[in-house]
């Protein structure tokens, strides 16, 4: 069967953090708090509002859906700017069938987002590793989309694994540069820190701009996958030509909009993660390693001879991390105050042996 597979896919392996049954989880950047008997009573009442009728198909625009994230969003936008999508994995792989595919090419600046490569190759899309500089900034970007002129560029901000943002003069430069669609993908845009402003606010007379977003971090809702974007009409309508039929279910529809409209719940999560983000990095710091600033949920560290090594000590002690980035660092997601001292913990054992 191996053979049979397209001869540019045959080399992949499934994406995925490990999955592994161990008392604390901090490798998958979600937000560590679950819903409260509230807002889980506010989502079994929108499902049982829409159960009786599961026999039709769903609103295949989910025009109401959109709205509330508009809504959400601000910065003057309507339904009409803004799409949804299962995770926003699907949003990107939407906007590479759209504005990608064969004989076109996609460019991001690693270390970043390992999904971003990956569905480009499955969109026959190429893709150019662009390189960043030795503190992880993006001082050459616009010269590279210049260079190699691609048909879409992804910015992640804040990036992950590095959990830094982008400033908003470097997009627009890349803007000005890129030949093409220019993607900034905000999945974590929730947790930056006070000061630092959306691209969002730079839709406005950019129609090649897109801001892409997920309810998966800040909404505590990783398991309801839901993903979204805003942009110009014009991109929204390219993206009906590709997506498929019904792609959101009812039942997606119905707990995302009961998730949203009960927002002040998961984001005053959001204050306390910062906090604890901000705590962990002073610790880190403070126990002669390097941490990255972070604007997101989770903080690189580093710097070790074996990396492998540390991750295993971590996890042989019940917390799961994750080992990824530029060699010698690692990554760990702010978990509650619990989970965050049985990282200390563990860290602290295994670098004291």
Not at 217 to 246: Q, S
Not at 307 to 331: C, K, Y
Request: contains cysteine; charged residues 20%.
């Amino acid at each position: 069967m191996r053979a049979l597979i397209r001869d540019d896919l045959r080399h992949l392996h499934p994406y995925g953090a490990p999955q592994l049954d161990v008392p604390v989880q901090l490798n998958t950047n979600e937000n560590p708090y679950a819903p409260s008997e509230a807002l889980r009573q506010a989502i079994a009442d929108a499902v049982a509002g829409v159960a009786g009728t599961l026999n039709r198909y769903p609103d295949r625009d989910a025009v109401d859906l959109r709205k509330d994230l508009a809504d959400y969003l601000g910065h003057g936008l309507t339904a009409r700017q803004v799409w949804a999508a299962n995770g926003s994995n699907e949003i990107i792989q939407q906007l590479l069938q759209a504005f990608g595919g064969p004989g076109r090419i996609a460019l991001g600046f690693e270390p970043s987002y390992s999904m971003h490569p990956l569905i480009a190759q499955v969109t026959a899309t190429g893709w150019i590793a662009g390189s960043r500089d030795a503190d992880y900034g993006m001082s050459t970007a616009a010269g590279q989309v210049r260079q190699h002129k691609p048909a879409v560029t992804f910015i992640t901000s804040p990036n992950n694994p590095t959990g830094t943002s982008v400033p908003l003069a470097l997009v627009e430069e890349v803007y000005d540069a890129a030949p093409g669609l220019v993607v900034v993908d905000e999945a974590y845009a929730e947790f930056v820190r006070a000061g630092t402003p959306s691209a969002l606010t730079l839709l406005p007379g950019r129609p090649r701009l897109v801001v892409s977003r997920t309810m998966s971090k800040a909404f505590a809702a990783a398991g309801t996958r839901l993903g979204y974007l805003a942009a110009d009409p014009a991109v929204i309508d390219a993206l009906l030509t590709v997506r498929l039929p019904y792609h959101l279910s009812t039942v997606t529809q119905a707990v995302a909009r009961a998730a949203i409209a009960h927002r002040a719940e998961p984001l005053a999560t959001v204050a306390a993660l910062r906090r604890d983000r901000d705590d962990l990095v002073a610790w880190l710091r403070g126990r002669g390693l390097t941490a990255a600033d972070s604007d997101a949920n989770f903080i690189l560290f580093g710097v070790f001879d074996d990396r492998d090594a540390v991750w295993q000590g971590v996890l042989d002690r019940g917390v799961l991390i994750r080992n990824t980035g530029p060699e010698g660092w690692l990554r760990v997601s702010v978990g509650t105050p619990a989970e965050n001292d049985a990282f200390k913990q563990a860290l602290t054992e295994v670098c004291t042996l």
